[in-house]
């Protein structure tokens, strides 16, 4: 019989893979590597991903790798924009390809209706090889052949077909401008003779190795992809299987880190769009089901959430004005003394990370 494993269990050892039961020396790459890539829509969370994760990290240390091409930033799992190392990035996105046409849903799937798209992913293919273009640039480019096509429409085909590179600064610290694109191999210097794909089991492996242990629909909200009962037969042999408390399959490495339920978990602000939230189909590991609305927001924003005793307890934000950066700290419950002081120190190291101006003010409001 499959041992028991209590939410508290799940929570502790999902912490310790995602690196916030203590923080950790590593470099960015092998951080990165070993979290399964980091979310990365706007620019700055993952930038706060790696600081409530790292020791001493900077913010350059990850600016220098997404520069020297060791980091990337491009649409890879849920076909949604994460900072990937390099050797991931170019292993993992074509396994993705089936995430990313179902992407084309919607206003843009009615928007090329009756296309020849295979024609249209070659166009792009041609304009790009003429060097880098933000999305605009490439839908208008398309639109002057395509004219009776929406140039947005035009470019999403594009990007779902094409594994392309958000080219820095884009995706870099405070950096909002319209991102340049590149075909991954073009930005990399690699051929197509140097191709490494994964298979949809190496993938499972890493899962489990950043987020386990884990159900098959975890590992299906956290990638986008969908058959991994018959991946999960083939690696039997490799894995260990406990039973949850809802009496759900819950798959592992043998020798990963499962820490036990009453280890110290420390005060942590994690960042806008985490993948701690975003991995499984079961938040309770790390939230209760409770808090969703106040974290999830109905325009698609995941808030920034404070974790007190592994489990989300509040949420949390910059507001700045001149001379000075606050954190709003937003508590869904009453915080203790203890863990008010602890949250609030968290902050303060925050702000010291966060902001450049000498001289600035920073402050914590507590709503």
């Known amino acids: 019989m499959a041992a028991l494993l209590s939410q508290r269990a799940l929570n502790r050892a999902t912490l310790a893979r995602q690196m916030l039961l203590e923080r950790r020396k590593a470099t960015v790459v092998q951080a990165i590597e070993k979290l399964g890539g980091l979310q990365a829509q706007a620019p700055n969370p993952p930038y706060i991903g790696l600081w409530s994760r790292l020791e001493s990290f900077r913010r350059e240390q990850l600016t220098d790798a997404l520069k020297k091409r060791r980091i990337v930033r491009m649409s890879t799992l849920r076909a949604t924009l994460h900072l990937m190392t390099a050797s991931d990035a170019l292993a993992w996105r074509p396994l993705l390809e089936a995430v990313h046409q179902r992407g084309l849903s919607g206003e843009h799937a009615r928007a090329l209706e009756g296309i020849d798209r295979t024609a249209v992913v070659k166009a792009g293919w041609a304009l790009l090889d003429e060097g880098p273009l933000t999305s605009t640039e490439l ?59 994964a298979t949809q089991d190496d993938l499972l492996l890493r899962y489990l190795a950043a987020f386990g242990p884990a159900t098959l629909a975890d590992a299906g909200a956290w990638s986008g992809l969908a058959g991994w009962k018959a991946v999960a037969e083939r690696l039997r042999p490799q894995l260990r299987v406990f039973t949850g408390e809802q009496g759900q399959a819950l798959f592992d490495l043998p020798r990963a880190p499962r820490p036990d339920p009453d280890t110290p978990a420390p005060p942590r602000l994690v960042a806008e769009w985490d993948n701690l939230l975003l991995s499984h189909v079961d938040r309770g590991r790390v939230m209760s089901e409770a808090h969703r609305a106040r974290v999830f927001t109905v325009n698609g924003i995941v808030r920034g959430t404070v974790l007190l005793d592994g489990f989300v307890a509040g949420t949390w934000k910059i507001e700045r004005a001149k001379n000075a950066a606050t954190v709003v700290l937003e508590p869904f419950t009453r915080w203790s003394k203890s863990d008010r002081l602890g949250v609030q120190e968290e902050a303060m190291r925050l702000l010291a990370f966060a902001t450049d101006g000498e001289g600035e003010r920073h402050g914590i409001r507590v709503l």
């Open 139 to 197: 839908g208008q480019a398309l639109a002057a052949r395509w004219k009776d096509r929406a140039p947005a429409s035009l470019a999403a085909l594009i990007r779902n077909n094409v594994p392309l590179v958000h080219l820095p600064p884009a995706g870099s610290w405070n950096s909002h401008q319209n991102a340049q694109l590149q075909p991954i191999r073009q930005w990399l210097g690699e051929s197509d003779d140097e191709a490494t794909s």
